[in-house]
């Protein structure tokens, strides 16, 4: 029988793992545990479209939420297959360009970076104790979001401040989003049928967190997120870019001290704070398109214009375009948004498909240009099988997926 792996994905309030076949990609179990920290906290479980939901009432928090996953491996008898736990880790600072095996050594540098991403590390680290825990004697590999973008050129990731803040603080421009950007760009070449060396890419990633990253060779060039996943485009929650002076002018206007400004900016703006309806891209664009909801409609021409913008300037380190790919969630699903913003990049001479544009989601991929545009893509990610395939090399078992180095 064939190894499993394990994915973790952990959030503050959330517990998101899969379970799947090391080989093939294909998922033999997950499972969402939310509210945790909370009385009603419960973990749902998925197998081949079978849910089942558990209270976590006993033990409301990430160390439950694993303990539950692995008596549902036990009643599945695939306990003793897993053989290898991934991690999703976001910030991994300059420390890491490329996957690691967890150690003492690991954890206190990862602990290191808390400053750099507070919302994220931090449930990070608790998600690699809960399975540690959980597995103990299985190897952990921590898989970074910040790792693609190490080939960022220096006057890419380098802000305009005086250079103590770099040296001395790591100030700087990271990106995030790197194990989707990885495995798209992999794809995406196999689809075009070339080499990922020749490859010249513009890849929007747009989920709940947004980003677009120019790939060139199969390296990050430039990258919209940047110190923080606050950077960029506007997201469900996160306004993205904006004047740092409006830090100071938020707190002078409502009171409000610094920390609660950043709460803000990344809690209460995006879709949410523009639309006043909902964080919620699906319901947005239902909103927009059945009732002409006026803040519905200016959080998609906000998002749609924002988006075109760091397109086109993607364009620039890449000085070729093969395709303009779109990925996540969003981008795998929400038609509208990408028929406005294509609306938008008619100088780049892109021009979409309608009727390829509204075939091609929920899990179909594939070109959605019109002929003698450059090509436009919607590729799904598989961040989970990315995962699974660095826990397999740095673990120490056979991989049978070898594409990334074609």
Request: net charge negative.
């Given at each position: 029988m064939?190894?499993?792996?394990?994915?973790?994905?952990?959030?503050?309030?959330?517990?998101?793992?899969?379970?799947?076949?090391?080989?093939?990609?294909?998922?033999?179990?997950?499972?969402?545990?939310?509210?945790?920290?909370?009385?009603?906290?419960?973990?749902?479980?998925?197998?081949?479209?079978?849910?089942?939901?558990?209270?976590?009432?006993?033990?409301?928090?990430?160390?439950?939420?694993?303990?539950?996953?692995?008596?549902?491996?036990?009643?599945?008898?695939?306990?003793?297959?897993?053989?290898?736990?991934?991690?999703?880790?976001?910030h991994?600072?300059?420390?890491?360009?490329?996957?690691?095996?967890?150690?003492?050594?690991?954890?206190?540098?990862?602990?290191?970076?808390?400053?750099?991403?507070?919302?994220h590390?931090?449930?990070?680290?608790?998600?690699?104790?809960?399975?540690?825990?959980?597995?103990?004697?299985?190897?952990?590999?921590?898989?970074?979001?910040?790792?693609?973008?190490?080939?960022?050129?220096?006057?890419?990731?380098t802000?305009?401040?005086?250079?103590?803040?770099?040296?001395?603080?790591?100030?700087?421009?990271?990106?995030?989003?790197?194990?989707?950007?990885r495995?798209?760009?992999?794809?995406?070449?196999?689809?075009?049928?070339?080499?990922?060396?020749?490859?010249?890419?513009?890849?929007?990633?747009?989920?709940?967190?947004?980003?677009?990253?120019?790939?060139?060779?199969?390296?990050?060039?430039?990258?919209?997120?940047?110190?923080?996943?606050?950077?960029?485009?506007?997201?469900?929650?996160?306004?993205?870019?904006?004047?740092?002076?409006?830090?100071?002018?938020?707190?002078?206007?409502?009171?409000l001290?610094?920390?609660?400004?950043?709460?803000?900016?990344?809690?209460?703006?995006g879709?949410?704070?523009?639309?006043?309806?909902?964080?919620?891209?699906?319901?947005?664009?239902?909103?927009?398109?059945?009732?002409?909801?006026?803040?519905?409609?200016?959080?998609?021409?906000?998002?749609?214009?924002?988006?075109?913008?760091?397109?086109?300037?993607?364009?620039?380190?890449?000085?070729r375009?093969?395709?303009l790919?779109?990925?996540?969630?969003?981008?795998?699903?929400?038609?509208?948004?990408?028929?406005?913003?294509?609306?938008?990049?008619?100088?780049?001479?892109?021009?979409?498909?309608?009727?390829?544009?509204?075939?091609?989601?929920?899990?179909?991929?594939?070109?959605?240009?019109?002929?003698?545009?450059?090509?436009?893509?919607?590729?799904?990610?598989?961040?989970?099988?990315?995962?699974?395939?660095?826990?397999?090399?740095?673990?120490?078992?056979?991989?049978?997926?070898?594409?990334?180095?074609?």
């Amino acid at each position: 029988m064939e190894d499993l792996i394990l994915v973790v994905n952990c959030s503050s309030s959330l517990f998101k793992a899969t379970i799947l076949n090391s080989r093939s990609g294909d998922i033999v179990l997950s499972c969402l545990a939310a509210k945790l920290g909370q009385a009603d906290a419960y973990i749902t479980f998925n197998r081949r479209g079978n849910r089942s939901t558990i209270s976590l009432a006993e033990q409301p928090d990430h160390h439950g939420a694993a303990a539950e996953l692995l008596e549902e491996t036990r009643i599945l008898g695939i306990e003793r297959r897993i053989r290898a736990i991934g991690h999703r880790v976001v910030h991994g600072g300059e420390h890491y360009s490329d996957s690691v095996r967890i150690d003492d050594k690991v954890i206190a540098a990862l602990e290191a970076c808390i400053a750099l991403a507070p919302l994220h590390n931090p449930a990070n680290l608790t998600g690699i104790r809960a399975a540690q825990a959980a597995f103990p004697g299985l190897p952990n590999v921590a898989v970074f979001d910040t790792a693609f973008h190490h080939t960022l050129p220096e006057h890419a990731y380098t802000y305009a401040v005086p250079r103590a803040l770099y040296r001395e603080h790591g100030l700087r421009r990271y990106g995030f989003h790197g194990t989707a950007y990885r495995y798209v760009t992999r794809e995406t070449a196999a689809i075009l049928g070339k080499n990922i060396a020749d490859t010249a890419l513009v890849i929007a990633y747009l989920g709940a967190g947004s980003s677009v990253a120019a790939v060139l060779g199969g390296a990050s060039q430039d990258t919209s997120m940047g110190l923080t996943p606050l950077e960029g485009l506007v997201m469900d929650t996160r306004s993205g870019d904006i004047d740092p002076g409006a830090f100071e002018f938020i707190e002078n206007a409502t009171g409000l001290n610094s920390a609660q400004v950043t709460a803000l900016l990344n809690q209460k703006s995006g879709l949410l704070g523009l639309s006043e309806l909902s964080a919620d891209m699906r319901i947005i664009e239902k909103s927009a398109i059945q009732q002409g909801h006026a803040g519905a409609l200016l959080a998609l021409d906000v998002s749609a214009y924002r988006l075109a913008k760091y397109i086109a300037a993607m364009c620039v380190p890449l000085g070729r375009l093969d395709a303009l790919v779109f990925t996540g969630d969003i981008g795998e699903n929400a038609a509208f948004l990408r028929a406005k913003t294509i609306a938008h990049l008619g100088i780049l001479g892109l021009r979409l498909d309608d009727e390829a544009n509204e075939a091609t989601r929920y899990g179909r991929g594939g070109a959605i240009n019109r002929p003698g545009s450059p090509c436009i893509l919607v590729v799904p990610s598989h961040e989970e099988y990315m995962i699974a395939q660095d826990t397999c090399r740095l673990a120490g078992l056979d991989q049978a997926d070898q594409r990334e180095a074609t």
